[in-house]
Nanobody, 125 residues
């Protein structure tokens, strides 16, 4: 059974930083899956934030977070991370990570599955 557990969210002031972590367990081969971070704000759909390929050679970011967020993964630990710097109020959302079950290679939310509970990020003064 695949389980996904996100952590690291919290309340931070604008300009601050957070590092999100995600543990994915139960995949037959963790290093055979692209991984992604997604977020959903109140009343919106879940959107892709950043995705990383199996060996970290291909990394994608949504335009609004380029230069501020950094995705990384540790295949030995079955972990994926999202370092978020210079946070803005519009980054406030619940953040989720998930594996790319369809092996699409992109960052399309419909390709991803096994959603966890997410971790809440609130950016506010």
């Amino acid at each position: 059974q695949v389980q996904v557990a996100e952590s690291g969210g919290g309340l931070v002031q604008p300009g601050g930083s957070l590092r999100l972590s995600c543990k994915v367990s139960g995949l037959r081969r963790f290093d055979e899956y692209n991984l992604g971070w997604f977020r959903r704000s109140s009343g919106t759909e879940r959107d892709g934030v950043s995705c990383i390929s199996e060996t970290s050679t291909k990394i994608l970011y949504t335009e609004s977070v380029k230069g501020r967020f950094t995705i990384s993964r540790d295949n030995d630990k079955n972990m994926v991370y999202l370092q978020m710097n210079n946070l803005k109020p519009e980054d406030s959302a619940t953040y989720y990570c998930a594996p790319d079950l369809l092996h699409g290679g992109g960052c399309y939310v419909l390709d991803f599955g096994y959603w966890g509970q997410g971790t809440q990020v609130t950016v506010s003064a």
